[in-house]
């Protein structure tokens, strides 16, 4: 079991009326009886215990928690809100902390903006519970070498400074955006019109700064390959019907970045998917907006992109 969940579990008292199938006449859940050997995730929950992140009136059945232990994201986002200005946190975020609704969309969309290996993604939905927390926890271990990490973001602290920066790994000095990518994101402005920001936006989020493309691919931009186009395959996330599934599709193979740059713009220039998209080519965070649900399934595509865009000022490249 992930830690996350063991620290949620640690602090939630299990409904005595909760029954484990295979307990004697009488059992119920903890301070009831239960099998010899049984371990906390073969209790099967009722529909009505809510997870503590979910939408209002969200309830979660048994196979929503088996996903959970599974590793699959258990949440099922609706349309993501839209994050404040990146910048304006007013109050605390996390444990112990205010947790203003509008301060908890931002911190979470900057999470998800820079993501965070080994953590799934949030959802924005201005709620703070364990996910939120466990991912602050991972940040300030990982990225600030906190050893006794508290779970919570305040304004103009050190966490929050990580979160607008990027959080780039200790050790890491190279610039979050090379000259040669930013060149590249203009050059598809030049010639085609799409705002460099939402390029550069879609590099960082797309390939993890440049760090996680398919191999062989020089494929950032996670384009798949249609038929008669060199490919590479790899494993990818897609969210279908609300839940987030792993898949393995076919990626387009690229004999140098610059190609894929090329094609990236062109893509989005050419093709009638992104006809609405284009309607804003001198606005790149509503571009940004008309590309969810269309270039990816994540409900929070857009969010996402205008997090890294604020928080990097991507805009001056345009």
């Not at 200005?85 to 007013?90: N, P």
Request: charged content about 20%.
């Amino acid at each position: 079991m992930s830690e996350t969940w063991r620290e949620w579990f640690a602090g939630w008292e299990v409904p005595g009326s909760l029954v484990h199938p295979d307990a004697p006449s009488g059992g119920s859940g903890p301070g009831g009886s239960r099998p010899a050997g049984a371990e906390l995730w073969d209790w099967r929950f009722p529909t009505f215990v809510p997870h503590p992140d979910s939408p209002a009136g969200r309830t979660f059945d048994y196979q929503d928690w088996i996903d959970a232990f599974a590793g699959i994201h258990p949440l099922r986002p609706g349309t993501a809100p839209a994050l404040p200005e990146a910048g304006t946190l007013s109050a605390s975020v996390g444990r112990d902390g205010v947790n203003r609704a509008a301060d908890v969309r931002l911190v979470q969309g900057l999470i998800d903006a820079h993501p965070l290996p080994g953590v799934l993604p949030l959802v924005v939905d201005g709620r703070c519970g364990p996910f939120t927390i466990a991912a602050i926890e991972t940040l300030q271990r990982r990225y600030l070498g906190m050893t006794h990490a508290d779970g919570r973001v305040d304004p103009d602290g050190p966490t929050w400074r990580a979160l607008l920066h990027g959080h780039p790994p200790a050790g890491r000095g190279h610039a979050r955006f090379p000259a040669d990518i930013v060149a590249a994101a203009q050059h598809g402005e030049e010639t085609w019109k799409i705002p460099a920001a939402v390029t550069l936006a879609q590099w960082a989020l797309e390939s993890d700064w440049g760090r996680a493309m398919p191999t062989g691919s020089n494929n950032p931009f996670g384009i798949k390959a249609v038929a008669g186009q060199p490919y590479v395959e790899a494993t990818t996330h897609e969210v279908v019907h609300g839940r987030r599934i792993t898949i393995i599709a076919k990626f387009r193979k690229f004999a140098s970045l610059a190609d894929a740059f090329d094609a990236h713009a062109r893509l989005l220039a050419t093709a009638h998917a992104y006809a609405a998209a284009r309607r804003h080519l001198d606005d790149p965070n509503a571009f940004a907006d008309a590309l969810t649900g269309v270039y990816a399934t994540d409900p929070a595509y857009g969010t996402k992109l205008k997090a890294i865009m604020k928080s990097n000022d991507l805009y001056r490249y345009d």
